[in-house]
C-alpha cells in the first residue's frame, strides 16, 4: 500500500509540475501577445495581418507614398509555401523598391524611454546572393539620417560578409569626427559585429534586435540573437535621437536578395527568454495571435528549393 501510495504521489507532482510549466508557457504567450504590435506573416500579401496601427505596406514613388501590391514591381514577390510558416517574401535582385510601414501604432517612437524589438526569419548565402555593397534587410529611419538610423547591415568589403546590428542616434553623439563608416573599427561604431553568422539558402535563421530605453542619454542599449541566442549588446553611448514621430519609418529589404518571413514588431525589449520562445514556436507569430493564446500544433511545410538570380 505505501509503494502504491509512493507512486501516486509522483505521479500526481509530475502531473501538477506540468500542469504549472504549461500555464506559465500559456502566461508567457499572453504577454508576448500583449507587447506585439505589428505582423506581417507573407502568406497572401506584402501587407501586415495584424497592427495596432496601419497594416499596409508602402514604397515612395517619387515623393508620394504608394500603397505596396505584388504587381508592383517584378523583383519582389509573395512566394506562397516557400516560407517558415506559409508563404515568404522574396527579394530577386537589389532592387530600388524598399517596402515600409509607417504611421503610430507599428514603432510608437517617443522621445525618451522608447523601447521596442523587431523580430525576422531570414533565408539567403549572403556571400553568394548579395551584390556588392551593404545590405540592410531591415532599417528603422526618420529621415535625416544623421539625426537618428537603426538597421541590420551586412558588410561590403570583407569576406565572408559580416553581420551588424546598429544603433546610431544623432550623428555627432556616435561621430564626432566625422570619419567614413567602412573606416571605423569596431570599438568606434554603436554596432554588434558577428564575424560569420550562420545564414545560408538551405535554411531559415531568426534574427531579433531589441532597443530599449532610447532618448535616455547614455542608459540605452541594443541586443542582437541570432538563432534565439545572444550574440552581443551595444551600451555606453549617448542614444538621444533627433526623429519626429510621424517620419519614422520600418523599411525592409534595402539591397537584400533572399527569402524574408513573419516579421514582427513588439513595443518593449523582450527578454532573453521571450526570444528563445520566439524561435522555438511551432507556427511563428500565428501562434501567439490564437485565440485560446496556446501555442498550435506542429505545423509540417515541406519547402521547396527557390531559385535565386
Not at 118 to 127: F, N, Y
Not at 158 to 173: D, G, I, K, M, S
Not at 250 to 258: F, S
Amino acid at each position: 500500500m505505501i509503494f502504491h501510495t509512493s507512486l501516486a504521489i509522483k505521479a500526481l507532482s509530475f502531473i501538477c509540475l506540468l500542469s504549472l510549466k504549461q500555464t506559465s508557457l500559456f502566461a508567457d504567450i499572453r504577454t508576448l501577445r500583449e507587447a506585439l504590435t505589428h505582423h506581417a506573416p507573407f502568406d497572401e500579401s506584402m501587407d501586415a495581418a495584424y497592427s495596432r496601427g496601419d497594416r499596409k505596406a508602402y514604397i515612395f514613388k517619387g515623393h508620394q507614398a504608394v500603397q505596396l501590391t505584388i504587381d508592383v514591381n517584378d523583383v519582389i514577390k509573395v512566394v506562397a509555401d516557400c516560407g517558415k510558416f506559409g508563404g515568404a517574401l522574396l527579394f530577386l535582385k537589389k532592387n530600388p523598391f524598399q517596402p515600409y510601414f509607417r504611421g503610430p501604432g507599428v514603432l510608437n517612437y517617443t522621445n525618451s524611454e522608447w523601447s521596442g524589438t523587431v523580430s525576422i526569419w531570414l533565408r539567403l548565402t549572403p556571400d553568394v546572393d548579395l551584390q556588392p555593397g551593404y545590405c540592410d534587410p531591415i532599417q528603422i529611419v526618420g529621415g535625416n539620417n544623421r539625426k537618428g538610423y537603426i538597421f541590420l547591415e551586412w558588410s561590403k568589403d570583407e569576406t565572408p560578409r559580416e553581420f551588424r546590428y546598429a544603433v546610431r542616434p544623432l550623428f555627432e553623439n556616435w561621430n564626432p569626427h566625422n570619419k567614413a563608416w567602412s573606416e571605423m573599427t569596431d570599438p568606434e561604431r554603436p554596432i554588434v559585429n558577428v564575424k560569420r553568422a550562420p545564414f545560408l539558402r538551405s535554411k531559415w535563421t531568426h534574427t531579433v534586435f531589441t532597443f530599449s530605453h532610447l532618448n535616455s542619454g547614455q542608459a540605452g542599449s541594443g541586443k542582437l540573437y541570432i538563432n534565439g541566442e545572444l550574440q552581443g549588446t551595444i551600451s555606453g553611448w549617448d542614444f538621444t535621437f533627433g526623429w519626429q514621430a510621424e517620419n519614422v519609418l520600418l523599411v525592409l529589404g534595402a539591397a537584400y536578395v533572399g527569402l524574408m518571413d513573419d516579421l514582427a514588431v513588439f513595443d518593449r525589449a523582450l527578454t532573453s527568454a521571450e526570444i528563445k520562445q520566439l524561435f522555438e514556436l511551432a507556427n511563428g507569430i500565428e501562434s501567439i495571435l490564437a485565440d485560446s493564446g496556446k501555442v498550435d500544433s506542429v505545423r509540417v511545410i515541406s519547402v521547396p528549393e527557390v531559385q535565386i538570380p
